[in-house]
């Protein structure tokens, strides 16, 4: 009896999907709720685990194609039997042999090869994820050569990481270092198929500046009190909530003190109608190796600053890995994008529509300043207020920076002042 394996429901606004990877091929034997394939979205990725055991008898849809929800995308044969043990280790598509290259693989070849051999082996068996296959790529390695330490022989990004912090000659396998480019330089191009998430990143930016009436607006934050913070409690807080306390929830805390004083800012446009929310869910933007991802901080005015920790690191890291549901990237109210992680001095951020506002922050960098009539040196950052002039005015879009800042160069303010 073959059963069908379907796209699932990715959502109530999410009517199709791209087939971004088969985890396995024609004549596999999978386990029930094993992932079968990995499909994406324009906001996330996910992979469907196989509804029953059995062999995919056939795959009907391609990777790289794209399928609408409860399409058919393959067929599993639940009637066949599971491998034995010596089979189970015959790699999908076969794997090849060391001593004639053909196709067919032996398990008695496996079994005899060098310890060398058995890693290339179990690489080119194992299914290579696709951040470890990206991360290969950018760093010009083969994942064919890298040790796979997931389950089934898969490999990880870690593993890549590991295998590139290594060396790529420590391994059997290893390819040869690159020829010089002739003279003059390749003149080569990839041409690679934009993902869904990448489009729909690509289509809300552009919606964003053709709708909004976008405008920013700058001022800078002295972090000495912040940094003088950290370096007095975050000892304890680290040994109390088992995470560092970081700048993002300071922001985040500042950011919510200051909506509730200019509530426009928190405010959209519906229709004919401004929509003023008196909640606080915060987006916090997330740069994935799909893109950037705006996972939300739901209710972020009920948390303390370590429940904002946790609930950051959280999603970030699981926007790293593609693990994020659909409600986790919707309906924020209000967006922080740090791009000074990656070293941006200033930077103007766009507007996560249908939101009116975001803030953007910048690199911590020491420069000199007056302070009482004297040129001192100071941690000082750049910040940037995005916002639609549609629904907000110049003075409060100042206003609610100069709050920003006054809350961040004075933290006690949060507390005494909410």
Not at 100 to 117: E, F, H, L, Q
Not at 159 to 170: C, E, L, M
Not at 296 to 304: D, H, K, Q, T
Request: include cysteine; glycine fraction near 10%.
């Amino acid at each position: 009896m073959a059963t069908e394996l379907k796209v699932p429901s990715a959502g109530e606004s999410v009517s199709e999907v791209h087939i971004a990877e088969w985890l396995c091929q024609e004549g596999d034997f999978v386990q029930l709720d094993q992932p079968v394939v990995e499909l994406e979205t324009d906001k996330a990725s996910m992979e469907v685990p196989a509804p029953v055991s059995g062999v995919v008898t056939k795959q009907l849809v391609a990777a790289g194609d794209m399928a609408r929800v409860g399409d058919v995308l393959a067929m599993i044969d639940e009637t066949a039997e599971a491998p034995q043990q010596g089979a189970a280790a015959k790699s999908s598509g076969g794997t090849k042999s060391a001593s004639s290259g053909g196709a067919d693989g032996s398990t008695t070849a496996v079994a005899t090869a060098s310890p060398a051999g058995e890693n290339a082996s179990k690489a080119a068996g194992g299914h290579v994820m696709p951040a470890a296959r990206r991360l290969a790529h950018d760093a010009g390695v083969s994942a064919a050569d890298v040790p796979g330490s997931g389950p089934g022989g898969r490999v990880l990004k870690e593993d890549v990481q590991r295998f590139i912090a290594d060396g790529p000659n420590t391994a059997a396998g290893s390819t040869a270092a690159p020829q010089a480019a002739p003279v003059g330089g390749a003149r080569e191009e990839d041409v690679v198929p934009m993902s869904m998430l990448r489009r729909r990143i690509a289509e809300r930016l552009v919606a964003a500046q053709q709708t909004a009436a976008m405008l920013t607006t700058f001022n800078e934050i002295d972090m000495s009190a912040v940094l003088a913070l950290r370096k007095q409690r975050n000892e304890e807080f680290e040994k109390r909530y088992g995470i560092k306390l970081g700048f993002m929830s300071i922001f985040v805390k500042a950011a919510i003190d200051a909506l509730k004083r200019f509530p426009a800012v928190n405010a959209e446009i519906r229709e004919q109608n401004l929509v003023y929310k008196n909640y606080y869910d915060i987006g916090v933007a997330v740069s994935t190796e799909r893109g950037l991802v705006v996972p939300v901080v739901r209710n972020a005015e009920r948390l303390s600053f370590a429940e904002i920790e946790l609930a950051i690191a959280d999603l970030a890291r699981r926007g790293r890995d593609g693990k994020l549901t659909l409600d986790e990237l919707q309906g924020g109210t209000f967006t922080i994008s740090n791009g000074g992680v990656f070293g941006s001095l200033m930077s103007t951020p766009i507007l996560n529509p249908p939101q009116s506002g975001i803030l953007g922050l910048h690199a911590l960098q020491e420069r000199p300043v007056a302070r009482d009539g004297q040129v001192v040196i100071r941690p000082m950052m750049y910040v940037a207020l995005t916002y639609d002039h549609r629904v907000i005015d110049g003075r409060e879009s100042v206003s609610f920076l100069k709050r920003i800042k006054e809350c961040v160069e004075d933290p006690t303010r949060m507390l005494i002042e909410s």
